[in-house]
């Protein structure tokens, strides 16, 4: 449900009014760049056009954001790129808009207060390194890593892999060279670990489940929404986007084992979990990603139980009714996208940010790194391959791909349904 706003706009001063286009072209563009979807940027900062007396027209791109203003000749052309995920920052945002629409915040002020809400500092390392091993922990049991040592390297390899894109957002921007070396860290830590560890599953989720957490599925299920709005471009550049990062994790993982002098082992099906078990890692995996995108504190345990309750109906659908994990991941994501849209509008979150988090633990991560290191290893063997390989990389890539246009179907069609009634 959108707030309402104030049907005419502020009163302003010859130079307030001068300055409301830029103070709308720099709402839209953090909105945007922290990730909050398309539609509820351009929402969001035609209604601030509105209560400053201009009427803005937003046209998004994927490296900028041009607002056109009405009955006059202004345009704003404003650099951007939506690489980032920050509900604290996106909520700040709006609700300094919300002030403005409201009449308790002057023209003068917004400008200071955006600027403001937009550089709110991200979560502590602690916190940050903290929920990675929780996270990558969680999902180790939800795939079926019962036994402490493989809890304890996935949850070590998290952390390191966490402490390092800590130390490395301090000296680059790129968007591609954290996720590489998180997961070239998980590729070490498993290939070490394949000493130790006899059991072929528990090598490969030691490997897997830290790379989890890298999987960037905000920006899958806005590229979804973007092709469902038929924001054709943007929505094909946010999905390529994603997909390099899917690609350079893959590598980055596999780089890992190869400079280790090991081989990543080809992963039979992981072991069934108890309903209690699988519910509470659920939980858990939720609160670590609700942390990973600056989710505020008090607004955690909804998130937790959507996704429980989600998870909770995927499992009776695997484990009762013997669906495969698609359907179970379509059933399980239509569920918390119902849930969380009534909420994600009346608060104004980014609902990629928070629909992702309820549903992190269904991602098909492992078969996905399962198709890629078993490719590795056909190319490695050759002509000499066994025809079981074929059948494994086939197996793997279409039960990942399925998965995901499971989810984002389960997750944007309820979404976009109930938003058109909000």
Known sequence: MTAAFRSSPLELEPAAR???????????????????????TVVIAERLGRALGVRAKVLPDWDKLT???????????????????DMNRVLAITRVVDRVCHGTLS??????????????????????????AIGAAS??????????TSLMLIAASAALGALARRWLSGFSNNPFIQPLCAALIAGIVAAGAAISLHQTIAVALVAFCPCMVLVPGPHLLNGAIDLARTRIALGIARLTY?????????????????????????????APVPLLADVIAAGCAVASFGTFFSMPWRMLPFPIVAGMLGHAARWAMIS?????????????????????????????????????SAVVSMIPG????????????LVSIGSRAPHTLLTNIAANGATAFLVILAMTLGLILPRMLLEGRS
Do not use: Y
């Open 18 to 40: 001068e300055a409301a286009p830029g103070v709308v072209a720099l709402a839209a563009m953090l909105l945007f760049a922290h990730g909050q979807t398309t539609e509820r």
């Open 67 to 85: 607002v056109e203003f009405e009955d006059t000749s202004l345009s704003e052309i404003v650099p951007t790129k939506p690489l980032g995920i």
């Open 107 to 132: 023209a003068d002020e917004v400008r200071p207060a955006l600027l403001s809400a937009g550089s709110l500092p991200p979560v502590c390392t602690l916190h940050f390194t903290s929920f990675a």
């Open 139 to 148: 999902l180790g049991v939800i795939f079926g890593a019962l036994d402490a």
């Open 242 to 270: 994603a997909c390099i990062i899917l690609l350079v994790i893959c590598f980055g993982l596999l780089l890992g084992f190869t400079t280790s002098g090991a081989t990543l082992p080809v992963a039979g099906p992981s």
């Open 320 to 356: 009762l009714a013997g669906s495969n994990v698609a359907t179970g991941a379509l059933v399980a994501c239509i569920l918390v996208s119902i849930i969380v849209t009534p909420v994600v509008d009346r608060l104004h979150l980014p609902f990629a940010a928070l629909g992702f």
């Open 366 to 377: 492992f078969f996905l790194f399962q198709a890629a290191s078993t490719f590795v290893e």
